[in-house]
């Protein structure tokens, strides 16, 4: 009787232990997809501004296999790898949304000084040369003319 | 004195030509041709990372080695994720022909699923070592698989058998990796209509 009980015993406490380490396990899952979706979210806007991503893009592979690990331990029912996997992917992303806007920040800033002195500059340059050579021509007409004149 | 009209040619060209010059950068950003075809590169290579040798007759336990690559041409840095899955000659493989909406991947369920992060205008190769280990049947004239050793990761395959082939003379098995692409829009992944396949023997000693 005593052993039926302490295995009965054994059994709901061993469930509840192994339900509750699942639900621990897609919740740890679940926060570290969500910092991945931000964290690429972030790196496709660096990108558009015209930064180099290469290193985001490392940290988010790294990060990305590490989520791989994590969803396989969990299907094989071990969950305490698959927390520890995923706690290990949102270590690695941390600080990772503000290293992106930083870059973001840096390359549009700089795509703005590249348009301004590509862009503006080299058409303004333009209409200025041939501003200045008009009036140049124009300048050397006159002053031709006059000496014609004199003489 | 010669009259300065006689250089007018000499002044416009020297104008037109400094103009230009000046003009350059501006000219060489606004005169790009628009990028028009937007799309993924999904390859497979052998061990010497050439298009040959690919594992063919497959041996239980032994290491094989192969290299997956993906180029990223669709204009952004992308999400990709790779559904490794295995199939026999009886089940139906992947589509990728026609129309990417009117793809479909396989039914099958996916052994191991990872993600790959590409820049717009990259390539990114993952190397790929695996092994199957596997029992030949010969009650029932069938390969019956245990699991598969993917990059040190071992993927349950008890379900997984593969029968004789008697047109072909063989166990013959695939191994593919389907390419999903995540939408932001969705939330979520979508089948990107690609997928690259790997034909097995596999051999088993009676």
């Known amino acids: 009787m005593i052993i039926w009980l302490s295995a009965t015993f054994f059994l709901i406490t061993s469930e509840r232990v192994s339900a509750t380490s699942s639900a621990e396990s897609l919740t740890a899952i679940n926060a570290a997809e969500n910092d991945i979706i ?3 979210t972030a790196a496709k806007n660096a990108e558009k501004a015209g930064a ?15 989520l791989s690990k994590a969803h396989l331990a969990h299907s094989e029912g071990d969950f305490d790898s698959a927390i520890e996997f995923a ?3 949102k270590t690695k992303l941390e600080g990772f949304v503000d290293s992106a806007e930083d ?3 840096t390359a549009s800033h700089a795509q703005y000084v590249d348009f301004m002195v590509n862009i503006v500059g080299s058409i303004v340059g333009t209409v200025l040369v ?22 | 004195m010669r009259n300065l009209d006689e250089y007018r040619a000499i002044f416009l060209v020297v104008v037109a030509v400094a103009a230009l010059l000046v003009a350059s950068p501006a000219l060489s950003r606004l005169l790009v041709y628009p990028r ?5 590169e999904l390859w497979i290579l052998g061990p010497s990372h050439k298009a040959e040798n690919y594992p063919y007759n497959v041996t239980r336990n032994q290491n094989y080695a192969v290299f997956l690559g993906i180029g990223n041409r669709l204009g952004y840095c992308a999400y990709y994720m790779v559904k490794v899955k295995f199939r026999n000659q009886s ?51 069938s390969v019956n698989f245990s699991g598969l050793k993917l ?28 390419l999903w692409l995540y939408n932001a829009s969705a939330g979520d992944f979508q089948y990107h209509g690609r997928f690259v396949s790997l034909r097995f023997n596999m051999t088993a000693s009676v």
């Open chain 1, 38 to 40: 931000q964290c690429y």
């Open chain 1, 130 to 151: 041939i501003l200045c050579s008009s009036t140049l021509w124009f300048f050397l007409k006159k002053r031709m003319e006059k000496t014609e004149m004199v003489t």
């Open chain 1, 52 to 66: 180099n991503i290469t290193d985001l893009l490392i940290t988010l592979n790294e990060a990305g296999t590490l």
């Open chain 1, 87 to 89: 706690n290990q992917c």
């Open chain 2, 36 to 40: 028009t075809e937007f799309f993924t």
């Open chain 2, 91 to 141: 089940q139906e493989a992947p589509t990728s022909f026609g129309p990417v909406e009117n793809r479909s991947p396989s039914s099958l369920p996916s052994l191991f699923n990872f993600s790959v992060f590409v820049a717009d205008e990259q390539i990114l190769e993952t190397p790929l070592t695996f092994s199957f280990d596997y029992v030949y049947n010969e009650s029932t004239s």
């Open chain 1, 103 to 105: 870059k973001e920040k």
């Open chain 2, 151 to 178: 990059n040190g990761n071992w993927l349950n395959m008890t379900d997984y058998t593969v029968s004789w082939d008697s047109e072909k003379n063989e166990f013959r098995g695939f191994l593919f990796f389907e």
